[in-house]
């Protein structure tokens, strides 16, 4: 029994080297294959995509590659009236890197606008609307843009509250956004806490606290952190001075 046992041992040693390194093989080979049809896929994803991407252009030097934006590209997209927020969405890049750009051709949107005077405009509005008074600015501006005319917003709602100043009025209480009535049962019914954290960079994180009913300010406090026990301390305060609340949202 042992002399069979001692026989058997190597081949069976052998025998599962043989699969462990068959398996190892096959998983070489599907790896392989995977990334060779990545390899083949890419770039045809990239035949294929319609989006225009600026090309990149590496210098040499450290630093991300630079995008390669024209300067008649930009001349052209700000001719069309488009700002430099819809520029950086159409050339898919930031809005910081189309304002170096600008900077840089010395390209200023005020040059897009048309040297037309407010008599001008205003007659030139006027033939526009031609009695039309739900036509709003952005319309009048936008067929002033196809008639080649680039003209400021301000320029445009001035323009139109002086040629027809009961249509302007009538548009804005029509547009005007109707709330909802807030009402509280009474003082310390509700209290609302909120925090602000645009100075965060700064250490400066303002926490406060209004009651719904009366509007009063309950605390108003700047810290130099956003945790937790520094909220409930400015809380606890509140309670102190003007009693607890029957409820709180935040």
């Given at each position: ?8 041992t ?6 599962g080297?043989?699969y462990?390194?068959?398996a190892?093989?096959e998983?070489?080979h599907?790896?392989s294959?995977f ?12 035949d ?5 991407r600026p090309p990149?252009i ?8 630079s995008?390669v ?5 930009l001349?052209?997209l700000?001719?069309c ?8 969405q159409?050339?898919?890049?930031s809005?910081?890197t189309?304002k170096r750009r600008?900077?840089?051709?010395n390209l200023?949107?005020?040059s897009?606008y048309?040297d037309?005077?407010?008599a ?9 609307v ?5 036509l ?10 196809t ?12 323009s139109m509250?002086r ?8 548009r804005?209480?029509s ?6 009535a ?8 509700y ?7 645009k100075l ?5 994180v303002?926490?406060?606290?209004i009651?719904?009913y009366?509007?009063?300010?309950t605390f ?9 026990s ?5 809380f606890?305060d509140?309670?102190s ?5 029957s409820r709180v949202r935040?």
């Amino acid at each position: 029994m042992e002399s069979q046992m001692g026989q058997n041992t190597p081949w069976n040693g052998q025998r599962g080297g043989f699969y462990i390194l068959r398996a190892a093989d096959e998983i070489i080979h599907e790896v392989s294959d995977f990334i060779q049809e990545i390899q083949t896929s890419e770039p045809r994803a990239q035949d294929d995509s319609t989006v225009y991407r600026p090309p990149l252009i590496r210098s040499g030097s450290r630093g991300a590659p630079s995008y390669v934006i024209t300067q008649d590209q930009l001349s052209f997209l700000l001719s069309c009236g488009f700002t430099v927020k819809q520029i950086a969405q159409i050339l898919h890049t930031s809005i910081s890197t189309v304002k170096r750009r600008l900077r840089c051709f010395n390209l200023l949107q005020s040059s897009s606008y048309s040297d037309i005077s407010d008599a001008d405009l205003d007659e030139k509005i006027r033939d526009l609307v031609a009695g039309n008074d739900q036509l709003g600015p952005e319309a009048v501006r936008a067929q002033l843009r196809t008639e080649g005319i680039g003209v400021q917003r301000c320029r445009v709602r001035s323009s139109m509250h002086r040629v027809n100043p009961r249509a302007a009025a009538l548009r804005a209480m029509s547009q005007r956004l109707r709330r909802r009535a807030y009402r509280v049962t009474g003082p310390n019914s509700y209290w609302h806490l909120d925090g602000n954290h645009k100075l965060i960079r700064w250490r400066i994180v303002i926490h406060r606290a209004i009651d719904g009913y009366s509007r009063l300010v309950t605390f108003l406090q700047a810290s130099n952190n956003n945790r937790s026990s520094t909220v409930m301390n400015c809380f606890l305060d509140a309670i102190s001075k003007y009693g607890v609340p029957s409820r709180v949202r935040t």
